[in-house]
Nanobody, 111 residues
Framework: AQLVESGGGLVQPGRSLRLSCAASGFTFSIRGISWVRQAPGKGLEWVATISSVGTTTYAASVKGRFAISRDNAKNTLYLQMNSLKAEDTAVYYC??????RGQGTQVTVSS
């Protein structure tokens, strides 16, 4: 399996950003998949998961601000992040499991 994240960058507090994760090497449509993140000096934190049938779950810290979605025709996972806060600063990874994730994309929220 290969997962390649993109869309990170520097953004001001309160603004929005959309991350993408291009998947290949496995049958994307039948797998649940997640976003996780790692802030500087901290461990991995689960952010959101979307099941193969589109059921979504979110960490309390992002619920109501972030939206996970998938396009099975494009083998792509998305994370729409709104109302960003400084504490959202982290490297964001898409992940199939604890040991299967991409290389990450940096999101920095700062004025």
């Amino acid at each position: 399996a290969q997962l390649v994240e993109s869309g990170g960058g520097l953004v001001q507090p309160g603004r929005s950003l959309r991350l993408s994760c291009a998947a290949s090497g496995f049958t994307f449509s039948i797998r649940g998949i997640s976003w996780v993140r790692q802030a500087p000096g901290k461990g991995l934190e689960w952010v959101a998961t979307i099941s193969s049938v589109g059921t979504t779950t979110y960490a309390a810290s992002v619920k109501g601000r972030f939206a996970i979605s998938r396009d099975n025709a494009k083998n792509t996972l998305y994370l729409q992040m709104n109302s960003l806060k400084a504490e959202d600063t982290a490297v964001y990874y898409c992940a199939l499991s604890a040991t299967e994730r991409g290389q990450g994309t940096q999101v920095t929220v700062s004025s």
